[in-house]
């Protein structure tokens, strides 16, 4: 119904662990973020077997809570793209459908993750707010300064609407 996802669903296996993986931007890297069919992909890793998403970002840091080289945890997310297919839930024939995205990182998931990353030698931080902005160009000094303001801790720009799409299909997603 949405389309073709921005590449084929690829699967592996990672500590003995059935893992699927999907290129966001294509295969190869040639799709800009707001250009990414972000509906197709998500419905592509369900009909894949899809248990749980872990979204793997390139951000930017704003605050000190994302030092240079550490992972960061996201707990919030906020949306200043525009444009973008937001909801699988658009058809009118279909009911109406509204999603609870009060906390939109599923707690478990997070929680898997943050014994990991315990248990590893890595740079992290547990927490944060991640700024999706609509990409492809960077933002300017002002506008960093707002998403500062408006309590943002790093900027990317695919964390949205992955993460409303997953919360619709009933997938748990985090991103590091």
């Known amino acids: ?32 973020p ?3 069919n972000y509906r197709a992909n998500m419905v592509a890793l369900k009909e894949a077997g899809a248990t749980a998403i872990v979204a793997a970002n390139a951000v930017g840091g704003i605050t000190t809570l994302a030092p240079t080289g550490a992972l960061v945890l996201p707990d919030q997310i906020i949306d200043y793209t525009w444009g973008r297919e937001s909801t699988l839930f658009d058809d009118p024939a279909d009911p109406l459908v509204h999603v609870d995205f009060s906390w939109p990182f599923d707690t478990a998931l997070r929680d898997a993750l943050k014994a990991r990353l315990a248990a590893s030698d890595l740079k992290w931080s547990d927490g944060g707010c991640y700024g999706a902005t609509q990409g492809p160009r960077l933002e300017t000094a002002a506008e960093i300064a707002r998403m500062e303001r408006d309590g943002c801790d790093i900027v990317g720009m695919t964390g949205m609407p992955e993460a409303v799409l997953a919360r619709e299909l009933g997938i748990p997603y985090a991103m590091l």
Do not use: C, K, Y
């Open 34 to 36: 707001h250009q990414g």
């Open 1 to 32: 119904r949405f389309g073709e996802p921005s590449a084929p669903v690829v699967e592996g296996e990672l500590d003995g662990q059935r893992v699927l993986f999907l290129a966001r931007h294509g295969d190869p890297h040639v799709l800009l």
